[in-house]
């Protein structure tokens, strides 16, 4: 086998040889990162509802997985906060959280969007992420983040009873003031050594100190809550058993969004990570690695893990180069699992929600949309509404981000069945402009000049055509159309009859169709249709200038 085959089918055969200083500087990297995954890895788990270990297995094999198969290999894969909200808000109401049933669900998950990403990379569908726009993707995400703030609350403050209860009869006696310490004062901490330094392992810091004043005080005992007992060990092989036709049914819809909002989550730091390098994105490769991953995490019971923005980015400022890095984090994760899982029995419950409410209140950033106002009021308004609608269907957060992508499909197919299509006028400065934006004159006596941006296919093909007829029918004086086709850069079977149709209107008013610019792959197809046959109602030229020569030599003759 060639090394190239080698190099696509196994990619970490590309990776860099170790030398002293290349290990040296990625393990100090891979240690920042993973001192992140632990705590991260077991408060995501609680937040999608499962046994709180799961966090940490999916922090470790299917980090391994996307690592060595991805072209991304300096990113952190694990659980997400966005892609742990999905998976606890769709299994709400078909499972109790944390019981074997919720887990086999959610190890299904894992195992249907890890194989639709990898058939997706496999048929190079990658170009399917176009679909989601900026705006859809921002406005699911801070209401996703809102949504993973108001679930963390009652952990955060303590709070014994209901927010109803405790809005009926309002008294401190529905708090447990010592988790309530806990929380506040731990969310205060992450908050200033985020400020003070972004890249420093606040979270470990913060859990090692509250498991030990936990400890000291006596915490558990007194029946506060904490982790608890988490087995150590590493994770064993996972079955989840076979679904039942309706709990498929019920797993459709969450399998498509978190395959798709955990792909974009990779992308968005995919990007950053080549840009960086000045590398390309071989984003078929990724959606490969990371269906592996998904797919390796389900059979170890554990959930389906994405890329994370912030331990990625906190990987790229640590300097690491390559994939050693992540390969000394999960290390670290490792030893975790093997011999210092009882370290974290005693940590207050409070103190992970304030790791997921620092973690998500980055993705909070309402600025953004009165910034997107100035650019696209459209757009905005799409963005707002899924927003929107992702509130307001909760749990099932993904008619939010559906009905967001709809909205901008029908946006674009509304600005593809309707082109911009202008009459030009020859500017002073020797350019075609809009005539009637500019008030300039004719191009030329009884000569309609019209360019089209876009395709002529069939979206927009009735629209030039219609536009034709009623400028004719209008003005009498015009017997001649001069088509500049050089924004046109497809025609499809549709656009090459309305063509032939053109030409025929042309005819039957007594004038000339009069057509330049035309690009090579739209004359081929106009030639083996035979429309680009010279006659009396047909002229073409090969450029602008040449065609506005022609017509005013020609039409403006006394």
């Not at 409410?357 to 696209?376: D, G, Q, Y």
């Amino acid at each position: 086998m060639s090394t190239p085959l080698l190099h696509r089918w196994f990619p970490f055969l590309a990776w860099p040889r170790p030398t002293g200083q290349l290990l040296r500087g990625e393990f100090w990297a891979g240690m920042t990162v993973g001192l992140m995954l632990v705590p991260q890895g077991v408060a995501y788990a609680a937040l999608a509802g499962m046994p709180l270990v799961t966090g940490i297995y999916a922090s470790l094999v299917p980090a391994l997985v996307a690592v060595l198969w991805s072209s991304s290999t300096r990113l952190g894969v694990g659980p997400t906060a966005l892609t742990s909200l999905l998976i606890g808000a769709s299994l709400t109401g078909m499972a109790e959280p944390g019981s074997a049933q919720w887990v086999a669900l959610a190890a299904w998950m894992a195992l249907l969007s890890g194989l639709l990403q990898l058939v997706l990379g496999t048929v190079r569908f990658g170009w399917l992420l176009n679909l989601v726009t900026s705006p859809v993707l921002g406005g699911f995400t801070q209401a996703a983040a809102l949504l993973i703030l108001a679930s963390q609350l009652p952990a955060l403050l303590g709070l014994r009873s209901s927010w109803h209860a405790l809005a009926v009869s309002p008294s401190l006696q529905h708090f447990d003031l010592t988790a309530l310490a806990f929380g506040l004062g731990s969310w205060a901490f992450l908050g200033l050594l985020k400020r003070w330094r972004s890249g420093f392992p606040a979270a470990i810091v913060l859990i090692a100190l509250a498991a030990l004043i936990s400890w000291a005080m006596g915490y558990a005992d007194a029946q506060g809550a904490v982790i608890g007992h988490l087995p150590s060990g590493l994770p064993s092989a996972y079955w989840p058993g076979w679904l039942s036709w309706n709990e498929l049914g019920a797993l459709v819809m969450p399998v498509l969004v978190v395959t798709l909002v955990s792909f974009l989550e990779t992308a968005s730091s995919a990007k950053v990570e080549h840009q960086q390098g000045g590398t390309r994105w071989n984003e078929n490769q990724d959606l490969i690695a990371h269906g592996l991953a998904k797919m390796s995490s389900g059979l170890c019971g554990s959930f389906a893990t994405s890329a994370s923005f912030s331990r990625s980015a906190i990987n790229l400022y640590a300097g690491a180069k390559t994939g050693w890095a992540t390969l000394f984090a999960l290390v670290l994760v490792l030893a975790t699992l093997l011999w210092l899982t009882p370290a974290l029995y005693h940590v207050p419950q409070s103190v992970l929600a304030a790791v997921v409410v620092t973690a998500v209140t980055s993705l909070i950033k309402p600025r953004t949309m009165f910034n997107l106002w100035r650019i696209s009021r459209v757009e905005t308004v799409i963005g707002l509404a899924t927003f929107a609608l992702t509130l307001a269907t909760a749990p099932r957060l993904y008619w939010g981000v559906l009905a967001g992508i709809v909205m901008n499909l029908s946006h674009f197919l509304f600005q593809r069945l309707h082109p911009r299509i202008i009459e030009v006028g020859l500017h002073p400065d020797g350019s075609l402009r809009d005539r009637h934006l500019w008030q300039l004159p004719p191009l030329a006596p009884q000569v309609l000049a019209l360019r089209m941006d876009a395709e002529l296919d069939f979206a927009s093909a009735n629209a030039l055509e219609r536009r034709v007829a009623d400028e004719l029918a209008s003005r009498p004086e015009t017997h001649h159309l001069c088509l500049f086709a050089l924004s046109i850069n497809r025609i499809d079977v549709t656009g090459v009859e309305t063509f032939m149709r053109l030409r025929a209107l042309l005819q039957s008013h007594g004038g000339t169709l009069h057509v330049a610019g035309i690009k090579l792959p739209v004359q081929r197809r106009l030639e083996n249709a035979g429309a680009l046959v010279h006659g009396p109602n047909f002229v073409s030229y090969r450029t602008d200038a040449e065609a506005i020569g022609a017509l005013q030599q020609t039409f403006s003759k006394p």
